[in-house]
């Protein structure tokens, strides 16, 4: 990931980014703007002794199973459960409370609970008084954020909204886990951003088993932003249009660097298609199948004069490619991947790479083709050095200090113990203070109407690993997920008269499927779920490529479709 943003950079182009864009942006830009930094405050270890646990938008059962034992452990312990999803999760099951929203209903929701705290005097004076600005503004916009006005926009009872903002206040000890059920929207950094107005008015930062902790993706999406492969930041988050980090970076490679922000890779597939973007080299992503509104990437991808990808199986976006390299996997390389808890851990070869070449030497062959200096290295460790040396959050960070365990950044030396718990002393801010962001409720960009009735939301299933291009290829995996099927509520099936396992056509402003249909109450009437693995059932024809106008996501998580039965009824 240093070496391919370095790539982009020395061709002149800030326009670098990873997959991050669809999946956590709004954790980094919704967090930043809470406590100045965007990732995960405490660690997965203090999950067990929690008192409380606020899951939302978060399905760690799951996406996350690591996790998700830890949360059984506690459960088991006695440790209290709230749990906001649409969906009846397994993990939903087993909630003290269960916040059933609407989809793309949780500022409202959380501004709710918010205004519920306030009202008893629950919030942590001295916390707020000390620790934080912005509290005045916070409370006025809360104001009307009644149980009986919440309840109305997001359809969870009053009761269960004043209940839960009790629980999670009263504990002394609450920690907030939350995944892409808050991050994939229009509104996901404001989302993230009224999740941080929550822990920070209860004083549940700073401390062990508190905090608020993205589950973040793949299992080193966190390690590809520190890294730099983004449009606006070089590796550590050093800003491209900062004066004294280009300087730093252009003396340090060596070479002239630009200062203008590039393209995030949803802003991309916009340029593809007005001809504007000419050549893509993507490494490790498959965004004909996984972004949004696949229709519209396909084409711009077709419009593209050279297209490269740098894969270890065929997919999608392979077949559109000019050229294709052979990738290596996390079997066949030397290296580091950087988990959700800020771990930087060593991972090593267990075979050499089946292509010839490691990931990293196929970048650095493509950059010397290309006549760009400076990018000749012996090891992955040789690289880490080069990058340790420019980020100063990684500065006390080797391979050789990596190993057993690994180090959770920041560890600005080579005597410091790496930080488990962010935020004791300070926030990252300026001012060394928390700011509380208020805002208002809006609702997702496209909503059901009388065309298209249904709520789609999509997601994960256990069994499968997003693009699908490894799971789909395990005749094991295959034999317990065969495929893939819409969830829809008993009450919906009924209206549309269809039945269990019956094929259906999907539809949306944006595309059509058939697929078949699962019935079963886990989805609320109006609302269904499709998951994005399988090539046979392409979700992201249906899904909503609007962008959150800050971290350019786009809304996986909430468009409208309409189910017409196939056999000559449509
Ligand atoms: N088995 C498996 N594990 C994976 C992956 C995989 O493909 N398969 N992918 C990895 C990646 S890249 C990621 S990013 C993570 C994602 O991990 P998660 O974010 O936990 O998984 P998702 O299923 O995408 O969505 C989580 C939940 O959000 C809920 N949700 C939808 N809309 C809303 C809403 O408006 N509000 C709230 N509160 N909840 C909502 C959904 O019902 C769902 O239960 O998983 C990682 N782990
Ligand atoms: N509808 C809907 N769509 C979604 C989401 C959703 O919730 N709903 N979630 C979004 C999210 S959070 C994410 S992160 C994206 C993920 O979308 P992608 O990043 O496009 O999908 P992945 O399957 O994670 O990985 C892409 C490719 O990497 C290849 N690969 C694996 N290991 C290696 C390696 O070591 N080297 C190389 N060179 N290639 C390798 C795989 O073969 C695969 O083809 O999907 C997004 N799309
Ligand atoms: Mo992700």
């Not at 929203?101 to 942590?124: Q, R, S």
């Not at 789909?472 to 295959?478: H, L, P």
């Not at 209206?495 to 402003?509: G, I, T």
């Amino acid at each position: 990931n240093y070496i391919f943003q370095k790539l982009a950079r020395m061709m002149g182009t800030n326009n670098v980014d990873n997959c991050a864009r669809v999946c956590h942006s709004a954790s980094v830009s919704g967090l930043a703007a809470c406590y100045g930094s965007g990732a995960a405050t405490n660690s997965f270890d203090q999950i067990r002794d929690t008192d409380l646990l606020l899951v939302i938008g978060a399905n760690p059962y799951e996406a996350h199973p690591i996790v998700g034992l830890k949360i059984k452990d506690a459960i088991k312990n006695g440790t209290q459960l709230i749990v906001g999803d649409p969906r009846k999760t397994q993990l939903a099951e087993k909630a003290d409370v269960w916040l059933n929203l609407i989809p793309g209903t949780n500022i409202a929701l959380l501004n709710g609970i918010i205004h519920v705290i306030l009202k008893e005097g629950l919030e942590d004076k001295e916390f707020i008084k000390k620790r934080t600005e912005g509290f005045e503004a916070l409370k006025k916009g809360v104001k009307k954020y009644t149980p009986e006005y919440v309840s109305g926009i997001t359809g969870v009872a009053k009761d269960r909204i004043i209940e839960a903002a009790k629980m999670y206040a009263k504990a002394d000890k609450a920690m907030i886990i939350y995944s892409l059920g808050m991050t994939e929207h229009t509104t996901g950094t404001y989302n993230v951003m009224s999740l941080g107005n929550l822990a920070t008015v209860t004083g549940h930062l700073g401390r062990s088993n508190v905090g608020i902790n993205p589950t973040r993706g793949q299992n080193n999406v966190q390690g590809a932003c520190d890294m730099g492969a983004l449009p606006n930041k070089y590796v550590g988050y050093q800003s491209v249009d900062d004066e004294k980090s280009q300087k730093k970076f252009e003396k340090a490679w060596k070479t002239k660097l630009d200062n203008k922000l590039g393209l995030t890779c949803t802003e991309m597939d916009v340029e593809m298609n007005k001809g504007k973007l000419k050549g893509y080299y993507i490494f490790g992503e498959d965004p004909a199948m996984t972004n949004a509104n696949v229709n519209f990437v396909k084409a711009g991808l077709k419009k593209l004069d050279f297209l490269v990808v740098q894969d270890i199986l065929p997919t999608e976006t392979t077949e559109l490619a000019h050229v294709v390299l052979p990738g290596s996997s996390h079997a066949e390389k030397d290296g580091t991947f950087t988990n959700g808890e800020r771990r930087i851990q060593l991972i090593r070869k267990a075979i050499e790479p089946l292509c010839g070449k490691a990931d990293w030497e196929t970048i650095c062959m493509v950059a010397k083709a290309l006549g760009i200096k400076n990018m000749e290295y012996e090891s992955p460790s040789e690289i880490w050095d080069e990058l340790a040396s420019v980020a100063p959050m990684f500065a006390g960070v080797s391979h050789e200090r990596c190993n057993p365990n690994g180090i959770q950044w920041p560890c600005p030396s080579k005597d410091h113990p790496g930080t488990q718990i962010m935020y004791e002393q300070k926030f990252n801010r300026p001012n060394g203070k928390a700011k509380f962001n208020f805002q208002e409720h809006i609702a997702s960009a496209e909503v059901p109407d009388n065309k298209y009735p249904l709520i789609l939301s999509t997601g994960r299933r256990r069994q499968h690993y997003n693009n699908g291009s490894m799971t789909t290829r395990s005749a094991t995996i295959m034999d317990q997920w065969p495929e893939e099927s819409l969830e829809l509520n008993p009450f919906d099936a009924r209206m549309l008269n269809v039945k269990d396992s019956e094929k259906v056509l999907a539809s949306s402003r944006r595309g059509e499927m058939e697929v078949k249909v699962h019935i079963t109450d886990r989805v609320q009437p109006g609302i269904t779920f499709l998951a994005f693995h399988n090539r046979d059932a392409m979700t992201n024809l249906l899904t909503n490529d609007k962008l959150d106008p800050i971290c350019k996501i786009p809304e996986y998580k909430s468009c409208a479709i309409k189910i017409e039965k196939l056999n000559g009824h449509k």
